[in-house]
């Protein structure tokens, strides 16, 4: 399974980014996908994540309000929609995958419960 990320760049406080996730996953509908990110010197952090059929969705409080995560299962893509974007929203961006259908119980918010992660795209912020 590969994950493409793409759509980070530099971008002002205040600003928009949309990342996407192109999935070579199938059938991409039975999995989990997520968004994790690591600012310089920081761990990785869970920043969203959609269930396989797109009916559940999650946030870091970091980002509520802030995100919208989605995906398009005839494309084989995720998404995430930033706005209103901080300096602390920094760093690289990782979208995640795992062949699974459950949500509840699932701990979609760590990245051991994903086992395929993209290369990452570079989200600045500048101030």
């Known amino acids: 399974v590969q994950l493409q990320a793409s759509g980070g760049g530099l971008v002002q406080a205040g600003g928009s980014l949309k990342l996407s996730c192109a999935a070579s996953a199938r059938p991409f509908n039975s999995y989990r996908m997520g968004w994790f990110r690591q600012a310089p010197g920081k761990g990785r952090e869970f920043v969203a994540a959609?269930?396989?059929?797109?009916?559940?969705?999650d946030y870091a409080d970091s980002v509520k309000g802030r995100a919208t995560i989605s995906r398009d299962n005839a494309k084989n893509t995720v998404s995430l929609q930033m706005n209103s974007l901080k300096p602390e929203d920094t760093a690289v961006y990782y979208c995640?995958?795992?062949?699974?259908?459950?949500?509840?119980?699932?701990?979609?918010?760590?990245?051991?419960?994903?086992?395929?992660w993209g290369q990452g795209t570079l989200v600045t912020v500048s101030s």
């Open positions: 995640a995958g795992r062949l699974s259908r459950s949500w509840s119980g699932s701990l979609y918010y760590r990245s051991s419960s994903y086992d395929h």
């Open positions: 959609i269930s396989s059929t797109g009916g559940s969705t």
